[in-house]
């Protein structure tokens, strides 16, 4: 079964700066996807990285996908306060049924 | 399409008594999913329905909760006997097959006193 580790868990950046989200998983997945949740709210979709490879760009934030390693990132360049949220990556199963990290907790403060 | 549909949005209930939620997802998507999200946590994976099959059941999924999706549209997840554990957002989605992503209705809400 698909197991998905994001860190960090929590995340306090200030505006202007960088910084990266990892997610590993532990098989072998089809395709890995990203979601923001803000408080209260669904998730909506971001990202989806299909191959090895893969980077996929919207507005500040970029997403790349290494199914050598077991690994995708979200990079995040100069953050702003709209995107403090929760971001959560999700593999898929053999079933392609989607399994998902824990979520980074994400602030960005002025 | 206003996209996928839950309800109810809230449901407050008694323990023990029995409760039943139902999705709609996008019309034409055949892949339909439930989960559970408690605060603080990541969505957890409850069942998963390619058309009206039901392909994968999540192992921690008790024997109270069961799901259906009989003609391949519309789906039920019924929890039987509710449990103060039970309290958490039911999120349902839905996916065209093929690669395409998931969206999400807008959960519901179970608080269980």
């Known amino acids: 079964e698909l197991k998905v580790e994001q860190n960090p868990l929590f995340l306090s950046m200030q505006e202007g700066k960088n910084y990266t989200i990892y997610c590993n998983y532990s098989?072998?997945?089809?395709?890995l996807y990203w979601y923001r949740q803000d408080p209260g709210k669904s998730l909506e979709s971001l990202f989806v990285?299909?191959?090895?490879?893969a980077v996929k760009q919207e507005g500040r934030l970029m997403a790349s996908l290494d199914t050598k390693a077991r690994l995708s990132t979200l990079h995040i360049t100069a953050a702003v306060h709209d995107l403090s949220a929760t971001y959560f990556c999700?593999?898929?199963?053999?079933?392609?049924?989607?399994?998902f990290g824990a979520g980074t907790r994400l602030t960005v403060k002025p | 399409d206003t996209g996928v549909s839950q309800n109810p949005r809230h449901k407050i209930t008694k323990r023990g008594q029995n409760v039943t939620f139902r999705c709609d997802p996008i019309?034409?998507?055949?892949?339909l999913y439930w989960y559970r999200q408690t605060l603080g946590q990541g969505p957890e994976f409850l069942t998963y329905?390619?058309?009206?099959?039901?392909?994968?059941k999540s192992r921690l999924l008790s024997d109270r909760f069961s799901a259906e999706r009989p003609k391949g549209s519309f789906s039920t997840l019924e929890i039987q006997r509710t449990e103060q554990g039970d309290s958490a957002m039911y999120l349902c989605?839905?996916?065209?097959?093929?690669?395409?992503?998931?969206?999400f209705g807008q959960g519901t809400r179970l608080t269980v006193v």
């Open positions: 989605a839905s996916s065209a097959q093929g690669v395409s992503e998931a969206f």
């Open positions: 098989t072998t997945s089809d395709r």
């Open positions: 990285l299909l191959s090895n490879g």
């Open positions: 999700a593999g898929t199963n053999n079933n392609n049924d989607m399994r």
């Open positions: 019309s034409e998507h055949n892949r």
């Open positions: 329905f390619q058309n009206e099959a039901q392909l994968e």
